[in-house]
Structures are given as C-alpha cells and as structure tokens.
C-alpha cells in the first residue's frame, strides 16, 4: 500500500525526535560512525539518480559570452576572481581562498587545495593572468595584508562573516548580478522540490560553474582533444568526470553531421543506393 506524503512526513518528525533523544547519550566515536552510515547509504541510494538534468543545454559560457561577461565586470577584485575561474578551471569555492602563500612566483604556478578529491595540486597560471594578479597585489598590498595574504579579502565594514576572505554565497550573488548586466539570465528549467513547503527555483544555464565548463572545454580543443591532459588539467580522478565538461557547439555538431552524411558517404541504407 502506498505511503501518502502526510504520512512520510510523520514517519520522518518521528525518527528526528527519537535522533535528538538518541544523540546526547552516543560518544562522538559513535556519533561519527552514525554520520558515516548516513552518508554512505545516501550516496549509493541517489548514485544512479544523479542525471544531468540539463541534457544536452551546454552548461559553458561561448568564448563570445565570456568576452561579453568580463566585459560588464568594473571591480578588478571580482574580474579576477572570475578569470580564475574561466583561465585555470577553479571550482568557485577553490577561488575564494586563493592566498599569496599559495602561489610559486619563479615558477607561475599556483597551490590548489582541490575540493572534490580532497587533494593539494599545483596548477600552471597563463602568462596574463600572472601578470595581472601581480598589478593586483601591487595595487592592494594593504588590504591583503589585513585580510592575512587572501587575494579576495573582505570588506570588513559590510561583511556579516569573520573569513578573510569572500564568502562563497556572496561570490555566486555576485556573480548573478554580472550575469544580468550582460544578458544572459537565461533559465533552462525549475528545481523538483522533494521537501514539503519548499519553494522551486530557478535553474539558470549560466552559473559561477560554467565558468570551469568553459575552461575545461577551451583545454581540450587546445590540445586536440587529449582527453588524458584535460582530465589532469580539470584534476579529476576519471575520465568519466571530464567528458562531463567537454562540450560541442550546435555549429561542430551540425557541421559534423553533414559531414558524415554526404551523398558520397552513404553506400547502402536499407537496401537503396543513393547518389549525388
């Protein structure tokens, strides 16, 4: 008999109320272990269900997007962070934490403490990028001292937060608000909300994300389609992950299919030859 969502909800304040009794009287090692049976049935229960939801939609900015994006950006702190972002394929919580102990200045490269695999790799900086963070820290040698080396320090007289550096939901509003000047508040669909009461949300094509995408996907024309240096460029553990970033435009594909179906190509289909 199916269970009606009145009823789940029950269940679930039920099982919250005997975890409240539960927790005080469980050691941390206890505790710990709980949050580790929790995690891993959570993983492999949504495992398979985590589908792109946006198909086909490009999740990239163009190469035209992205000049036109930079382009609206008039605070030198937020555009390099964001070029950060498009010009070495940082993830925007990676960004954020950037400090000038993290870079090598003799060899221009840069301390990347990796979120996803939880590792510490060193990522090459292109030749403007290096010479612009230099003007920047030339230009701000106060503030990043106060804000203990972080190259996108806080305004201490409007942040709510005690980091030294952005907070990451303030980059991503940020963020927006550019995305808006430039015109490209596009939205590809609306959140499927499972909690009660939840409102949906907006799902914009374009995210701090698509910034990686971008990054990710210029790498991989640059070299030809090397997937093995793109997958080491992105710092990811398989290639399965970087196919995900790997992205074709409307006009390769539309061009490849014209290609692959000339009249000359096309032998035999369905027992009739065709010709020009």
């Given amino acids: 008999m199916a269970i009606n969502e009145g009823t789940k909800l029950e ?23 709980l949050q580790k049976l929790i995690s891993h049935h959570y993983t492999h229960k ?28 008039d605070d030198e702190r ?42 510490l790799d060193v990522q090459k900086i292109p030749e ?5 963070t230099l003007d920047y820290i ?27 550096h952005v907070d990451l939901h303030y980059a991503r509003k940020v963020f927006r608000h550019y995305i808006a000047l430039a015109g490209f508040n596009e939205v590809y669909d609306k959140t499927e909300e499972s909690v009660a009461n939840r409102a949906t949300r907006r799902l914009f094509r374009l995210s701090t994300h698509s910034l990686r995408h971008y990054a990710i996907t210029s790498f991989n ?23 995900v970033y790997i992205h074709t435009s409307k006009n390769e594909l539309y061009g490849a299919i014209d290609r692959a179906f000339l009249p000359n190509n096309i032998m035999d289909i369905g027992g009739k030859f065709y010709e020009k």
């Fill in 11 to 33: 269940e679930l304040e039920r099982i919250k109320g005997e975890l409240r009794e539960l927790l005080p009287l469980l050691s941390k090692w206890r505790v710990e272990q």
């Fill in 46 to 73: 949504w495992k398979h269900n985590n589908f792109r939801k946006y198909g086909a939609i490009n999740k990239g900015f163009t190469h035209e997007e992205l000049v036109k994006f930079l382009s609206v950006i």
């Fill in 78 to 119: 937020w555009l390099l962070l964001f070029s950060y972002q498009a010009f070495c394929g940082l993830r925007i919580g990676e960004a954020v934490k950037i400090n000038i102990g993290d870079f090598d200045f003799s060899a221009h490269t840069l301390k990347v403490h990796t979120e996803k695999a939880q590792t």
């Fill in 128 to 132: 403007f990028l290096f010479n612009q």
């Fill in 138 to 164: 030339r230009k701000h040698t106060k503030e990043l001292d106060d804000s203990q080396g972080f190259l996108f320090y806080t305004d201490k007289r409007y942040s709510h937060t005690r980091l030294h």
């Fill in 221 to 243: 024309r640059a070299v030809n389609g090397n997937i093995t240096l793109t997958k080491a460029f992105a710092r990811h553990r398989d290639l399965s992950s970087t196919q």
